[in-house]
T-cell receptor, first 112, second 111 residues
Framework: KAGVTQTPRYLIKTRGQQVTLSCSPISGHRSVSWYQQTPGQGLQFLFEYFSETQRNKGNFPGRFSGRQFSNSRSEMNVSTLELGDSALYLC???????????FGNGTRLTVT | AQRVTQPEKLLSVFKGAPVELKCNYSYSGSPELFWYVQYSRQRLQLLLRHISRESIKGFTADLNKGETSFHLKKPFAQEEDSAMYYCALSGSGAGSYQLTFGKGTKLSVIP
């Protein structure tokens, strides 16, 4: 079974731009979660989607948004990028959302 | 608010020595606790969860609700145990759909 796939692996953007990250969950998994990982704050929850509905959202500004498609694939978007958005963004999938998470390798975003 | 604290950023032990990675949590309801591990150049993966009450790779963890702790233990450390370990908590209701992670402990097993 293929694991969680995130694309792209690396991104370099300029302040003020926007970016879209993609995540393909494990086949059969309907829940997709996103996490931001930084050296200072560690792993922080962004949001979780199940069957195209956002069920839970972390404490991030509205510049961070996401969506899930009918095939369970998910995207997250960050608008008006700031230097502090530089981080590793991890996607995770599971069957129901409260079952163990399977993580992708992440997208490394660098904002200059 | 839910919080997970891992007091040690780095823990070094000799091969064959016992290991204990500490985790304390704060949550008003009944949480579910997990340990995730990230080996070098690999993705973050589940090591164990408290409701399973199983031993994985020789590691065990017991939920102590009185002390709000979920320490990870192994009697004899192996070199392949060197990795980054994260304790995580999920709550109830809508909170069950998110994990709150500790900052992680890097375990280094010295040969």
């Amino acid at each position: 079974k293929a694991g969680v796939t995130q694309t792209p692996r690396y991104l370099i953007k300029t302040r003020g731009q926007q970016v879209t990250l993609s995540c393909s969950p494990i086949s059969g998994h309907r829940s997709v979660s996103w996490y931001q990982q930084t050296p200072g704050q560690g792993l922080q929850f962004l949001f979780e989607y199940f069957s195209e509905t956002q069920r839970n959202k972390g404490n991030f500004p509205g510049r961070f948004s996401g969506r899930q498609f009918s095939n369970s694939r998910s995207e997250m978007n960050v608008s008006t990028l700031e230097l502090g958005d530089s981080a590793l963004y991890l996607c995770a999938s599971s069957f129901w959302g409260n079952s163990p998470l399977h993580f992708g390798n992440g997208t490394r975003l660098t904002v200059t | 608010a839910q919080r997970v604290t891992q007091p040690e950023k780095l823990l070094s032990v000799f091969k064959g020595a016992p290991v204990e990675l500490k985790c304390n949590y704060s949550y008003s309801g009944s949480p579910e606790l997990f340990w995730y591990v990230q080996y070098s150049r690999q993705r973050l993966q589940l090591l164990l969860r408290h409701i399973s009450r199983e031993s994985i790779k020789g590691f065990t963890a017991d939920l102590n609700k009185g002390e709000t702790s979920f320490h990870l233990k192994k009697p004899f450390a192996q070199e392949e145990d060197s990795a980054m370990y994260y304790c995580a908590l999920s709550g109830s209701g809508a909170g069950s759909y998110q994990l709150t992670f500790g900052k992680g402990t890097k375990l280094s097993v010295i040969p």
